[in-house]
């Protein structure tokens, strides 16, 4: 057994928060804790989301020391607000942690993107190594989505900043290929990144029936086949075109659209909610082996601009449901990857509101035998990854090494 190692982790999102970033680190924490380590969280004392949103200050969370910081989120109004927010949390957090009287790895990833000038600050004072985990890409997102000029004096410095980050990290840890790309191009750093793909939320040993399912009982009693985009409406996941689509097929009474989560993107769906079109709010972690498993069919989308950029990861909890996809994106990404390997569900592109209605009436008059089948092929990908524990256990394989 690898000897105890003091590990702490930087993270504007932990659990009870919903965000996926949060959950994904916990589990890594809880592992390795199990291992025998000591695990440290410094994160916000407030909803990433929702800033109203108020956590215990101290608490110890399945054997993670988690520690929360106020003033340190104020929500997603606008990009100033959120650069505040992590500006204040990153130097509240390093001040907490320069004092401890032991310091092996400092794990971050990219909520906020400053946390990188924590890591930095903390690796070269208290010698540690530096455990970079990186979910998503910025400024490459807000570049790509418009929302900043390549140019600009603030793109730049985070752009030198992850190049930093990069160089310094003893360990870089991307969640598919084309992230691995984007990252090389900024340094070369090709031997130190490791390729990890994330995993669900819920893996469970038995899914869920439909007629066993309260949540589907309640939001969907009929007969209908659901089709659900779960997660967060964000601009990089946009979901116009389903939409679109759905709003054409009113009329169809075999159908219907579940969209759970939450996100800037949630307007375009309240404001079409109708008799096919149902909008719920982020459902707690201990709903989720019952909402995921009450849709027929998964919708996952991918913004045109975005592989390699952000990573698709609510795929994974639709896959460990045994449920088909729906893929709305390019034809570059690591979804549509995916699908092509394994023939799991069906992939059209943004802005082909015809095609998708095209899809939509396929996936409704398609029999229970071949929905089953693609998501039988879905769920054993999956379980031929190891599961949830098998990603796991990879990822801290690395945390660990050379600490």
């Known amino acids: ?24 680190l916990a589990d890594a924490a ?15 004392a407030t909803g990433y989301d929702d800033p109203s949103a108020r956590y215990p200050r101290l608490e110890t969370l399945r054997g993670v020391d988690v520690r929360r910081i106020p003033f340190s989120s104020f929500g997603k109004s606008s990009i ?23 310091l092996d790895a400092v794990v971050v990833s990219t909520s906020p993107p400053m946390a990188s000038l924590g890591a930095l600050t903390l690796g070269a004072v208290r010698r540690a190594k530096v455990k970079y985990w990186v979910m998503d890409i910025n400024p490459d997102q807000i570049v790509a989505l418009g929302m900043a000029e390549p140019d ?40 130190k990144v490791t390729v990890l793909p994330p995993w669900p939320a819920e893996d469970p040993a038995e899914i869920v029936a439909h007629e066993d399912n309260p949540f589907r009982a309640m939001h969907a009693a009929g007969e209908r086949r659901v089709l659900m985009y779960s997660g967060n409406h964000g601009p990089s996941n946009p979901v116009t075109t389903i939409v ?8 169809d009474p075999r159908l219907l659209f579940m969209f759970v989560g939450g996100g800037v993107g ?44 952000v990573h698709p990861s609510k795929v994974y909890g639709a ?34 509101v015809e095609g ?48």
Not at 324 to 332: R, W
């Open 1 to 24: 057994m690898t000897r105890s190692r003091h590990f702490a982790f930087i993270t504007q999102v932990y659990p009870p928060d919903p965000a996926a970033v949060g959950q994904h």
């Open 30 to 44: 809880e592992e390795l804790v199990r291992r025998g380590h000591h695990v440290t969280v410094h994160t916000s």
């Open 80 to 102: 100033a607000v959120r650069i505040a927010g992590g500006i204040a949390f990153v130097a509240q957090a390093v001040a907490r942690v320069l004092p401890r009287r032991r």
């Open 152 to 191: 600009s004096l603030s793109v730049k410095g985070f752009d030198w900043l992850n190049r930093r980050m990069l160089h310094r990290a003893d360990d870089i840890i991307v969640l598919d290929r084309f992230m691995a790309e984007r990252v090389n191009r900024k340094a070369a750093v090709r031997e």
């Open 244 to 251: 679109e689509a759905a709003k054409r097929l009113v009329g």
């Open 266 to 309: 949630k307007k375009e769906v309240d404001a079409a909610i109708g008799p096919n079109i149902v909008s719920l709010p982020y459902q707690p972690q201990s709903e989720l082996r019952h909402s995921l498993a009450a849709a027929d069919v998964h919708i996952v989308t991918v913004g045109d601009a975005i592989p390699g950029i």
């Open 319 to 352: 896959m460990a449901m045994g449920r088909p996809i729906l893929l709305i994106g390019p034809d570059e990404n690591h979804v549509a990857d995916i699908l092509a390997e394994h023939d799991i569900g069906w992939h059209v592109r943004h802005g082909d």
């Open 356 to 403: 998708t209605v095209a899809v939509l009436r396929e996936i409704a008059a398609a029999s229970p035998e071949v929905l089953e089948a693609k998501g039988r092929r879905a769920r054993e990908v999956m379980t031929g990854r190891g599961g949830k524990a098998g990603s796991v256990a990879r990822l801290c394989d690395v945390l660990e090494r050379g600490v």
